[in-house]
């Protein structure tokens, strides 16, 4: 079975950093890529960053460009989302995610989700 566990969320205010991990089972990151998406109250759910090895490749959407950071760990399976300077728009339940081999902001791409983190971010 396939899973992915993400850890981290929580309530921070605003300019402060968080991170969040997505520890994955089942499948290898030469596989697939595992990213973050995000869903604010009230808005779809938004593709945030990814990380693909199959390419070498990284994406940002650019709301937090310059502010997050994604990286992987492949001895533990583990993406990490290092949120830096955080801002009440970045307030939203974060859910990891994975796609076959490459990058993708699309949901009805996406071929495994984990549950969702929340992270709070109060002015």
């Known amino acids: 079975d396939v899973q992915l566990q993400a850890y981290g969320g929580g309530l921070v205010q605003t300019g402060e950093s968080l991170s969040l991990s997505c520890a994955a089972s089942g499948i290898t990151f030469d596989d697939y890529a595992i990213g973050w998406f995000r869903q604010a109250p009230g808005k779809g759910r938004e593709a945030v960053s990814c990380?693909?090895?199959?390419?070498?490749?990284?994406y940002y959407a650019d709301s937090v460009k310059g502010r997050f950071t994604i990286s992987g760990d492949d001895a533990k399976n583990t993406v990490y989302l290092q949120m830096n300077n955080l801002k009440s728009e970045d307030t939203a339940i974060y859910y990891c995610a994975a796609a076959a081999v490459f990058c993708t902001i699309q949901p009805l791409e996406i071929d495994y989700w984990g549950q969702g983190t929340l992270v709070t971010v109060s002015s």
């Open positions: 990380i693909s090895r199959s390419d070498g490749t990284t």
